[in-house]
């Protein structure tokens, strides 16, 4: 199928993934109708806006913040709206707040101060003109829970945004802050309910009374709190519990941008719930702070029209229905309908052609087109590790996942349908690609990517092989220095791990298994970005992977095990930041246990059975490491 460059617009070197509060998901209806709620509902009101990474919260967000705007509605941040003489019905002030911009500074404990802050400073902007001492008081009353670096950073914000004539006020708070952080003995409880009233009196002064309408109805403030599922799962739910005694002030609705699985992740951390089973204590505490979940209608999105869109935007118009229909399947069968997958899936894309059409002018060889560049670009996405090892062989067309899954019947082939002896036998190592049971996925994905290379009914092996040569480029597995995604051969899953095992002959298996896959487990507890692989020239060796790259190991013996930590990927301060944080959090290990080379790497070893709370605490504190790498890259 061919495809053609446009010439109309502009052509862009991928697609930004910067909320511009668009819709370009056909989500108005769900956009609308949540405006509508959030301006005729009863308050107090919390709203959770839910939705896995890259599903479009924020965006959500704001286009129902730009949905409010028939409401008398008038935005207090980023940046501030001119307010108007007079209001119509009820006023609506919006103020956003970004925690993950906040957490960047390493705040901790002071996030909830900074957005008190930002709340007071913001609600000062509006009708300034009128009274204002309420509103005044409420922002110096949060100096004694409050950060230098929150009013440093709120300063140089609401000077950026036109609002530096709040500069005395910010000046007294600041002159409160360090009157409150020399003095001792301050009673933390008593500090946040005074804040609390202080805040209710300066909503209640704000909509009270609109500028030149004095007969005007009470209005309501909304705020929209983003990126709470960008935290650390722990620091997420100790700040939802620190603003639960703000969310019940009168005539103000709080949205959150939190995803329940986040929520769950973080009660089990704080409480040490290991169990899977403890799911209901987190709902619990998901449903006592959130009235109303709002869940993104992903299933919903015309995922077609905004893939049209996104590759117009490279250069490229599709032609045609079928042609529009085809890269709606890849599509739909590599990524699905995350948006921001879609988006990072296509800037992949555009970086391939655009290193193609270069090798193109220096060859000759024109012989792969866009769709068939495509289609091997998404099998390599949605299996990086089934991808890496069919490029990993002598003859990429022989493979065995290649000959039943993706080249037609009739080319010796198979139809993706394999025996049941066939399907015991390759569990395992289909495991250890990333290819699910029964790769019911991955033969409806090679389905579509072999009809790309058909021509003249038969299938062209040639340029199916150098397209996939040419994908490698943006490839994470093959063969590097680095560490890898997808190393040939490696086992995921206990069983599978187990049965790896199994080669080396040890009497006690389960026993000597018992410790390590315990680490694993709470691992895995925690974070759905984590893998644990054991290698197939070394099944005890098994590597930890976060996103497919390996950011450690563990190493097993029959008695014991070691667990290795690799922070050289992580946000590191300075050298020997991590390796000083593990000696200050186990001072009570023999230090003789810890090994390190030139910060590359550092370990614990001979880790015991019954070690139970040892190995718990190095897990969590393992992914406080991985953690660090994870946001960073969010």
């Not at 940046?79 to 007079?86: S, T």
């Not at 790309?452 to 996939?468: H, I, N, S």
């Not at 997808?486 to 002959?505: C, D, L, N, P, V």
């Not at 029959?558 to 290795?564: D, Y």
Request: hydrophobic residues 40%; aromatic residues 8%; glycine residues 8%.
């Amino acid at each position: 199928m061919g495809t053609r460059k446009v010439d109309k617009a502009p052509v862009f070197a991928g697609v930004i993934d910067t909320p511009r509060g668009h819709d370009l998901l056909n989500a108005k209806p769900f956009v609308a109708g949540l405006a509508r709620f959030i301006t005729h509902c009863q308050t107090p009101m919390t709203i959770a806006v839910q939705g896995d990474w890259g599903t479009g919260k924020t965006n959500t967000m704001l286009l129902v913040e730009s949905e409010l705007a028939p409401h008398a509605h008038f935005r207090l941040s980023d940046p501030p709206e001119e307010k108007p003489d007079a209001v119509r019905g009820e006023p609506i002030y919006t103020i956003r707040f970004n925690t993950w911009q906040y957490s960047q500074f390493d705040m901790g404990e002071k996030l909830v101060g900074s957005m008190l802050e930002n709340l007071g400073a913001h609600l000062l902007l509006a009708n300034s003109a009128s009274k204002s001492a309420k509103r005044a008081e409420f922002l110096k009353s949060v100096a004694p829970i409050a950060s230098a670096t929150g009013i440093g950073l709120l300063r140089a914000g609401l000077t950026a945004a036109g609002g530096s004539a709040l500069g005395g006020v910010l000046d007294e708070v600041t002159r409160a802050f360090h009157s409150a952080h020399s003095a001792d003995g301050a009673d933390a409880a008593a500090t946040l309910v005074n804040v609390r009233e202080k805040f209710a009196a300066a909503v209640d002064e704000l909509v009270s009374a609109a500028p030149g309408v004095d007969h005007t109805p009470k209005g309501r403030v909304v705020v929209f709190i983003d990126d709470l599922d960008r935290l650390e799962p722990r620091k997420a739910v100790e700040l939802m519990e620190a603003l639960k005694l703000f969310l019940d002030v009168p005539h103000c609705v709080f949205v959150l941008a939190i995803d329940f699985e986040v929520v769950k992740r973080g009660v089990m951390q704080k409480y040490d719930l290991t169990d899977k089973g403890d799911e209901a204590k987190a709902r619990a505490f998901f449903d006592k702070i959130i009235q109303v979940p709002f869940q993104l209608p992903v299933s919903a999105y015309r995922v077609d029209e905004f893939i049209e869109t996104l590759i117009a935007q490279i250069g490229i118009e599709l032609r045609g229905a079928e042609e529009k229909r085809v890269f709606g399947q890849l599509v739909a069968a590599s990524v699905g309908s995350n948006p921001r997958s879609i988006k990072r899936l296509i800037n992949t894309f555009s970086l391939l052609r655009m290193i193609a059409d270069i090798s193109k002018s220096d060859t000759g060889d024109h012989s792969v087109g866009d769709l068939q560049l495509f289609a091997v670009l998404c099998l390599q996405t949605a299996y990086p590790d089934a991808y890496a090892a069919i490029v990993d062989t002598e003859a990429i067309e022989d493979h065995e996942l290649v000959q039943s899954y993706i080249m037609p019947d009739e080319e010796g082939g198979g139809t993706g349908e394999i025996s049941a002896e066939d399907a015991q036998r390759n569990e395992a190592e289909y495991a250890g690609l990333g290819i699910e049971r029964g790769a019911t996925r991955f033969a409806a994905l090679g389905k579509v990517i072999g009809d790309q290379f058909l021509v003249g009914g038969a299938f062209d092996r040639a340029t199916f092989t150098a397209a996939m040569t040419q994908a490698m480029t943006t490839s994470s597995g093959g063969s590097s220095s680095q560490p890898q995604t997808g190393t040939r051969g490696k086992k995921y899953g206990a069983a599978a791990r187990r049965a790896h095992m199994e080669q080396r002959g040890w009497r006690a298996l389960d026993a000597a298994l018992h410790g390590p896959e315990e680490f694993v487990r709470v691992l895995e507890t925690y974070s759905d970005d984590i893998r644990v692989g054991a290698s197939s020239s070394s099944p005890q060796d098994w590597v930890i992977e976060s996103n497919g790259r390996r950011i450690g190991m563990v190493v097993i013996r029959q008695r014991f095990f070691h667990v290795t930590f690799e922070p050289r990927w992580a946000n590191e301060p300075h050298p020997g930041y991590w390796l000083d944080k593990l000696r200050e959090k186990f001072q009570d290990l023999d230090h003789s246990r810890i090994n390190s080379n030139d910060n590359k790497w550092f370990s614990v070893g001979q880790i015991r059975p019954e070690e139970t709370d040892l190995r718990r605490r190095l897990a969590e504190f393992w992914l406080d490491i991985a953690r660090s790498r994870l946001v960073m890259q969010a």
